[in-house]
């Protein structure tokens, strides 16, 4: 049965925590009822001059985008829609990490509110038991104190099956059982601290926190080791097995005519083959 608004109740802001970390900036957290987009409010406020850690919460969004403008939308107060805003100071050419690094700590913070079969498809959407639970849109905004980016992520915390916006979609309210939905205010805290100290540390520890990031991320990602369908801009798709993860964060598959790099923004879809 699909529950109705007034049984979902409002994050409880007294309770969105955010602990004490040794890396990554202090976070102010805004929640609103309703916005288009945190992404677009966010990417406005940063050409504002608003400085990183700056994080917008929405209760509902009406024009939710996913990669590739993908439409994305769910019902009031049934998860987290959240952006953050960052200023990364690592060379422009790591960006393209950044995705990765989201996925992987929304990954890793699941695993740890109890959903062991979290995990990261390449190259940023979550999932437990392949069937995806979160997406990650990550935007570049250039703004008058230089670039910075927009990290935005949508977790479906408490759909009903009938709610799901595909077949292959799931929720932590049908994952979760018996034990209960978690209680969205603390698993926001959770992520943004998890989100903050794979930040804090990626750009604090250099080629080493690159590397530690690197493998963290092939560990958790469920697309290496599988044969896999990449479809391309062109209409062409490359079929292969996905073997590797590389320094820049493109997925290696392993074609027919050998291994083949592709980035984020070079598919449409890794779908298994």
């Known amino acids: 049965m699909t529950p109705s608004l007034s049984a979902r109740p409002p994050l409880d802001r007294t309770r969105i925590t955010a602990g004490p970390r040794e890396a990554g900036p202090d976070l102010v957290v805004e929640v609103v009822e309703e916005a288009t987009s945190t992404n ?11 400085p990183e850690g700056l994080v917008v919460v929405a209760e509902h969004q009406s ?10 939308e769910m019902p009031a107060r ?3 829609i959240v952006s953050v805003l960052l200023r ?37 959407d979550a999932l437990i038991h392949d069937r995806k639970v979160a997406g990650i849109l990550v935007e570049v905004v250039d703004t008058p104190t230089g670039m910075a980016a927009v990290v935005g992520i949508g977790l479906n915390v408490d759909l009903a099956a009938d709610e799901l916006p595909v077949p292959t979609a799931t929720s932590l309210a049908l994952e979760a059982g018996e ?7 603390e698993l926001l805290g ?6 903050m100290e794979t930040y804090g540390a990626w750009q604090r520890d250099g ?23 990449v479809e391309l801009p062109s209409g062409a798709a490359l079929l292969g097995r996905a073997t590797d993860i590389d320094d820049s964060g493109r997925l290696i598959v392993e ?4 291994p083949v790099a592709v980035g984020a923004g070079d598919v449409i879809h890794v779908r298994p083959a």
């Open 207 to 229: 080629e080493e926190g690159a590397r530690r990031l690197r493998a963290a991320y092939r560990d958790a990602c469920v697309t290496l080791g599988r044969d896999v369908r």
């Open 63 to 72: 024009a939710g985008r996913g990669r590739l403008d993908r439409s994305w």
């Open 190 to 195: 959770e992520l943004l601290d998890t989100l």
């Open 78 to 80: 049934s998860g987290l």
């Open 88 to 124: 990364p100071t690592v060379p422009t050419r790591c960006w393209p990490w950044l995705p990765l690094l989201t996925g992987y700590a929304v990954g890793r913070t699941l695993r740890e509110a109890g959903f062991p079969a979290a995990g990261v498809k390449w190259p940023n």
């Open 255 to 258: 074609g027919p005519d050998g």
């Open 179 to 185: 034990r209960g939905t978690p209680d969205r205010a």
């Open 40 to 50: 677009a409010v966010l990417a406005q406020r940063a050409r504002d001059g608003a």
